[in-house]
Each structure stands twice: as C-alpha cells, then as structure tokens.
C-alpha cells in the first residue's frame, strides 16, 4: 500500500479535504484520511501515489508539499481502527 501524505496550508485545508471527498465520491479507488494536520491517501500503485500529489500540487495548490512512502497492509488496517 502506497501512502501519498499531503501537507496543506492551513487557510486551504477544508478545500482540498472537500476535494479529497468530490474525488472519493467518483473514484472508489480514491482512499483518503486525515491524520493530524496532513491528509493520507491511499494508493495499490507508486505511479499512482505520486501522480495523486502532483496533481494536488499542479492543479490545486502549488503550495501544498507531500511525501510517498510504502506501508504494509497491516499497518493501514490498524490506522482504520479495524
């Protein structure tokens, strides 16, 4: 599991969670959560992981910085609370 992790500004946060839910709405494949001050979203691809940040980059906020790091299964389930 690829976890793409979002920092967003603090005076943009609630759009792009709003966006984060539009995109979860159409894409069932888009997995998302906020944790602390960052949004994690979930990827089964590296591609995809990092092309999901640029595009919050390029398209939404150039202001916005993310990270990609890979999490084993088991440590996605635990954040769930499952």
């Known amino acids: 599991m690829w976890v793409t992790s979002l920092r967003v500004p603090k ?5 792009v969670l709003k966006i984060c839910e539009d995109i979860a709405r159409r ?3 888009f997995r998302y959560k906020v944790v602390g001050k960052r ?3 979930y ?3 590296k591609d995809i992981a ?11 906020n150039n202001r916005i910085r993310y990270t990609v790091y890979w999490t084993p299964r088991e440590r996605l389930e635990h954040e769930r609370g499952s």
């Open 11 to 15: 005076k943009d946060f609630e759009r």
């Open 39 to 41: 949004i994690r979203i």
């Open 50 to 60: 990092y092309g999901r940040g640029s595009w919050f980059v390029y398209k939404v």
């Open 27 to 29: 894409d069932r494949s």
């Open 43 to 45: 990827s089964d691809d």
